[in-house]
């Protein structure tokens, strides 16, 4: 399977906004300034702005995040930080992210003042501006879904930075923490060049840490801070991201058939087609020749009620000529382990084969479509903004025939009558 990477190039440190405005440089559709507009009202954190700048750093130019706070900030402890991202309408898979960062920065500065985690108070990392940077980068790697995230080694800096606590040496204390058993290198910078923010977003996001991997690249982009480089001579303050496919075989990119052949190739067409991005999902199968009807059809049930996507059985034959029922099921990872149970606790079987698989699907909506008699429900498959194909909704279907006496077929055909006629 060809795998969506993300690669994150450390060339001059790493900090939270230049994280943050590498993810909205990327360019990819959808992923952009409104989008974590929008996501990040969902966590109740007045009293601020945010903007997405196009600045030069020597000869490149990146994307920079820049949060305007109103008013003074002031510090939060690791609680407040938790109860604020957990009593947000974000997805649980951001909240996690966001969580583990700080958790990070915790576990860091407790060792550096001495204190239990959940007493520290963190300041720079506690105010506005790193709170948005570190949920912007959790909201950012949630939407792209990369099956695998890499890092390359990460510069240290030198000299002493000026905090709140006063003069600290370069890396901060907190910083070398959060690192420890991470490849890194001093770099030949006379400042800090990575933060215990940006170092903790890395560090959590990070599956392995090294060069490029073999990759096709589909997406690059360039994140910076506020620091500008000292000289024309002096390297810029950018860090790169690459975004793309892990190479299939030895042929893709080079033999366009097999390139379309590839997932690769296919997530790309369905990106450029405003299809839904691949998921990856389980299928989970048993062939079964001891279970009736009944509890097959309640097993079914039962499977939808613990998250399942689908749910069907199809007609085999075992050994000795015996009609059988294979039972699939399809399911994300995170409701792997409720369908596992549930399987075994309302089928007969003794075990399952389980598959990764990707699913690519039409982007979908519901609508409500008024009828002389009343108003039924009908799912619409989009492909970017342009719908290609229609399905009344059954319950709404049903409903509708039950108020009115009419029958399931009559509705479904008035439906589609006057969908064609739009």
């Known amino acids: 399977m060809c795998k969506k990477i993300l690669y994150i190039e450390c060339l001059s440190g790493v900090s939270g906004d230049m994280i943050a405005g590498a993810f909205l440089d990327l360019g990819i559709p959808g992923l952009d300034l409104n989008y974590l507009k929008k996501e990040?009202?969902?966590?109740?954190?007045?009293g601020y702005s945010i903007d997405l700048k196009k600045e030069k750093r020597g000869a490149v130019f990146?994307?920079?995040?820049?949060?305007?706070?109103?008013?003074?900030?002031?510090?939060?402890?690791?609680?407040?930080?938790?109860?604020?991202?957990?009593?947000?309408?974000?997805?649980?898979?951001?909240?996690?992210?966001?969580?583990?960062?700080?958790?990070?920065?915790?576990?860091?500065?407790?060792?550096?003042?001495?204190?239990?985690?959940?007493?520290?108070?963190?300041?720079?990392?506690?105010?506005?501006?790193?709170?948005?940077?570190?949920?912007?980068?959790?909201?950012?790697?949630?939407?792209?879904?990369?099956?695998?995230?890499?890092?390359?080694?990460?510069?240290?800096?030198?000299?002493?930075?000026?905090?709140?606590?006063?003069?600290i040496p370069?890396?901060?204390?907190?910083?070398?923490?959060?690192?420890?058993?991470?490849?890194?290198?001093?770099?030949?910078?006379?400042?800090?060049?990575?933060?215990?923010?940006?170092a903790a977003i890395v560090k959590v996001l990070s599956g392995s840490f090294g060069a490029v991997p073999d990759m096709e690249i589909t997406n690059t982009a360039n994140g910076t801070g506020t620091k500008q480089p000292a000289s024309k001579d002096a390297p810029p303050n950018i860090l790169r991201m690459f975004f793309g496919r892990q190479l299939c075989s030895s042929e893709a990119g080079k033999n366009p058939d097999a390139f379309a052949d590839s997932i690769s190739g296919l997530?790309?067409?369905?990106?450029?087609?405003?299809?839904?991005?691949?998921?990856?999902?389980?299928?989970?199968?048993?062939?079964?020749?001891?279970?009736?009807?009944?509890?097959?059809?309640?097993?079914?049930?039962?499977?939808?009620?613990?998250?399942?996507?689908?749910?069907?059985?199809?007609?085999?034959?075992?050994?000795?000529?015996?009609?059988?029922?294979?039972?699939?099921?399809?399911?994300?990872?995170?409701?792997?382990?409720?369908?596992?149970?549930?399987?075994?606790?309302?089928?007969?079987?003794?075990?399952?084969?389980?598959q990764s698989v990707e699913r690519i699907a039409l982007k979908r909506k519901i609508i409500k479509i008024k009828l002389p008699y009343g108003e039924?429900?009908?799912?619409?498959?989009?492909?970017?903004?342009?719908?290609?194909?229609?399905?009344?909704?059954?319950e709404s279907c049903a409903e509708l025939a039950e108020k009115t006496g009419k029958s399931l077929k009559e509705i479904y055909r008035d439906l589609m009558f006057f969908l064609s006629r739009r």
């Open 170 to 198: 370069v890396p901060a204390p907190a910083t070398v923490e959060i690192l420890k058993g991470l490849p890194v290198f001093g770099g030949d910078f006379d400042f800090e060049v990575t933060t215990p923010t940006g």
């Open 62 to 167: 990146a994307g920079r995040l820049d949060v305007c706070v109103e008013g003074g900030q002031h510090s939060r402890n690791f609680g407040d930080i938790k109860d604020l991202i957990q009593k947000s309408s974000l997805s649980d898979k951001v909240k996690k992210t966001g969580i583990d960062i700080f958790t990070e920065i915790a576990a860091a500065e407790s060792i550096v003042h001495n204190k239990p985690a959940g007493k520290v108070h963190f300041h720079e990392v506690g105010a506005v501006d790193s709170i948005v940077d570190i949920m912007s980068a959790a909201i950012a790697v949630d939407f792209l879904n990369p099956e695998e995230v890499l890092c390359s080694k990460i510069p240290l800096g030198s000299g002493f930075a000026d905090t709140m606590h006063g003069k």
């Open 40 to 46: 990040m009202e969902k966590i109740n954190l007045p």
């Open 267 to 354: 997530a790309i067409h369905a990106e450029k087609k405003g299809y839904k991005p691949i998921e990856k999902l389980l299928l989970f199968s048993a062939n079964i020749d001891d279970m009736s009807a009944e509890l097959f059809g309640y097993a079914s049930q039962k499977l939808f009620s613990s998250g399942a996507l689908d749910v069907w059985t199809e007609p085999l034959f075992m050994k000795k000529n015996r009609p059988a029922s294979k039972l699939c099921i399809l399911c994300t990872q995170e409701q792997s382990c409720a369908i596992l149970d549930t399987i075994f606790y309302h089928t007969t079987t003794f075990g399952v084969r389980v």
């Open 376 to 394: 039924a429900e009908v799912s619409i498959g989009q492909a970017g903004s342009r719908q290609i194909t229609y399905s009344p909704e059954y």
